[in-house]
């Protein structure tokens, strides 16, 4: 997957997102939503995931993406998530549709 590639879909998730959520992205604050810095360190992991799951089979991603976030304790716990303020959790379902489009026209 090339980097390049992987930039597009990140930048093209964050445009949607905005679109839903035009509070999401607080200009002057560079981590708000908590999450999104981890969404792009990881977005190709997560293009690999989408393109590996199925119906039967769907994105873990918490695994994919949380592990090793900043916001999440060894344990698994992250105060954001439960708090209803993570990136993931708040926009999934936009998240996985940009990514499956992005993914399918590739492949294309």
């Known amino acids: 997957m090339h980097t390049e590639l992987s930039e597009t879909i990140y930048t093209v998730v964050c445009r949607a997102i905005r679109e839903h959520d035009p509070a999401a992205f607080a200009r002057g604050e560079r981590w708000k939503p908590a999450g999104i810095a981890e969404l792009q360190d990881r ?14 089979h769907p994105v873990d991603l918490q695994s994919t993406v949380c592990r090793g976030c900043e916001h999440q304790t060894a344990c698994g716990y992250c105060l954001h998530r439960d708090n209803g ?11 996985l549709a940009v990514v499956r489009d992005a ?6």
Not at 43 to 56: C, D, K
Not at 85 to 95: R, S
């Open 85 to 95: 303020n993570c990136i993931l959790q708040k926009h999934l379902p936009t998240i």
């Open 43 to 56: 977005m190709i992991g997560l293009i690999h995931a989408v393109r590996q799951s199925s119906p039967r």
């Open 103 to 108: 993914v399918s026209h590739a492949a294309a």
